[in-house]
């Protein structure tokens, strides 16, 4: 059972990030065979800064192994280290429909933005497939808006094993829908694009004044407050705050006594602690970027060796051998 998922280098990672995808990922190496890769290719249809590029791709690598990605267990890499994702981009894209792709969410909602789409944005769930194909993949956790996409790869391997004879493994999408939309600082979905985060690896002065400047309502401190697990401070706390920790809070809250100041307080402390060990570890890594880099190439060669299998089992099929 191989679960495999591809993390967008898009800059700096929120808590958000980190409770709906991070952790159940990370969580997820104790259960089985795990492939990760940072998928550098596919930001190369909306990003044209090459220094930008590698910037997000290192920070993404550093902010995974510093959160408990382990490069020993998992297979952890970068996307473009294994080129052969494109040779059987190729040949997927020669089965896939026009339609289908014309049909694509992600991709009309970026041209209905007033994107300009390229040819790259418009095969994005074609090099998806072949991230997932190449590999064997029975099992792809993704959030819900690439759901559309898991769909369009299944449809391309049961179209290449019914056209070539069977090639590839079908693999089955899992939607996380039981995992809680982590709320922002103004309550929404935390979203960067919202600019309602609390980053994983904030500065520590920067994140101290996003907390404390949390808006609530203008009841007093002694007043009772009924609804104190609706509290978005009490929320989030819930988060980096051991259980009976949070559960204190909540009480307090809702009997009176305890100020919003204290409460907003008490959250940036249990997360500046929550996150203190991962921190100390990513400085460590960035003081060691060889290593880093070491350690994606190796992974790159682990995934390489099954990829060359797969790659080499569909060109047969489909008669280039
Ligand atoms: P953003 O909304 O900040 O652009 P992305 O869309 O890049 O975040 O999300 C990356 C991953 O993190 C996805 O799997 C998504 O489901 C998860 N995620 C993002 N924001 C939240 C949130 N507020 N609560 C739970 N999961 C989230
Ligand atoms: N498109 C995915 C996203 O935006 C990232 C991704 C690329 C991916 N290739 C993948 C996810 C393969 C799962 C499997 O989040």
Known sequence: MRTLTGIQPSGTLHIGNYFGAMRPAIDAQARGECFYFIADYHSMTSLFD??????????????????GLDPKHSVFWRQSDVSEVAELMWLLGTLTPMGLLERAHSYKDKTAKGISPNFGL???????????????????????????????????????????????????????????VIPGLDGQKMSKSYGNTIDIFGEEKATRKKIMGIVMDSRTPAEPKPDADKNLAIQLLRLVAPADVATDFENRLRVGGLGYGDLKKALFEHYWNYFAAARARRAELAANLDHVEALLREGADRARAVARVVLKRARQASGLE
């Open 50 to 67: 090459p220094a930008e590029r590698r910037k997000n791709t290192l920070g993404v690598a550093l902010d995974w192994l510093a959160c």
């Open 122 to 180: 418009f095969a994005y769930p074609v090099l998806m497939a072949a991230d997932i194909l190449l590999y064997d993949t029975h099992r792809v956790p993704v959030g819900r808006d690439q759901k559309q996409h898991l769909e369009m790869t299944r449809d391309i391997a049961i179209k290449f094993n019914q056209t070539y004879g069977e090639t590839f493994v079908v693999p089955e999408s899992e939607i996380r829908d039981d995992i809680a």
